[in-house]
C-alpha cells in the first residue's frame, strides 16, 4: 500500500500566493465595479488600483440622481469647481480625500437603492430629518468620511430590522 504524505507548508504558501495575485488582479480587472459595501481595505485597494477622476464625480451624480448644488455641498466643493473638472481636457486625478469620498459614495448609494428598492426612495430618507439622528436629515453627515460609514451603518442596521 503506498501513502502520499504532502507538506502542507508548501501547499498553504503557494495557496496564499495564489490568492493574494488573484485577488490583485480582480481588483485591477474589475476598474469601475464599486461592491455594495466596501470594507477599508477593499477601499485602499481600489483607490490604489484605479484613476479616479472626474468621471467618478459624473458617475456618482447618475447614480445618485442629485443635482449639482447639492452634489457639490457633500463632496465640499464649489459648483464652479466641478464644471472647471468637468471642463478639463486632461481629465485629472482627484485629491485622496475627494477620491475616498466618492468611492464610499457610489457604494453607499448602491447599498442605499437596495435597502429602500430604488434611489429615489433612498434620496428621500436622506432629505428627511430623523428622530434616531437629532432629528437631522441624514445627508447631513455625508460630508465626512466618517459620517458616510456612520450613515452605512444604520442601512446595514435597517436591514436587520433597526429602525433609522
Do not use: C
Not at 102 to 116: D, E, M, P, Q, W
Amino acid at each position: 500500500m503506498n501513502v502520499t504524505v504532502n507538506n502542507p507548508q508548501k501547499s498553504t504558501s503557494r495557496t496564499t500566493k495564489t490568492a493574494a495575485s488573484r485577488k490583485k488582479k480582480a481588483y485591477k480587472s474589475k476598474k469601475q465595479n464599486i461592491p455594495v459595501r466596501i470594507t477599508d481595505n477593499e477601499l485602499l485597494n481600489y483607490i490604489e488600483n484605479n484613476k479616479i477622476s472626474y468621471d467618478y464625480i459624473e458617475r456618482f451624480k447618475k447614480i445618485s440622481h442629485i443635482t449639482d448644488s447639492i452634489m457639490s455641498d457633500i463632496l465640499n466643493l464649489t459648483e464652479r469647481t466641478v464644471r472647471n473638472y468637468r471642463q478639463s481636457s486632461e481629465k485629472k486625478e482627484l485629491s485622496n480625500t475627494l477620491r475616498e469620498k466618492l468611492v464610499l459614495l457610489i457604494s453607499l448609494y448602491k447599498h442605499g437603492a437596495i435597502v429602500f428598492g430604488t434611489t429615489e426612495n433612498f434620496n428621500t430618507w436622506l432629505d428627511t430629518e430623523n428622530f434616531i439622528l437629532d432629528k437631522k436629515a441624514p445627508r447631513e453627515f455625508l460630508k465626512t468620511v466618517t459620517g458616510i460609514r456612520f450613515i452605512e451603518d444604520r442601512l446595514t442596521g435597517m436591514e436587520y430590522g433597526d429602525n433609522a
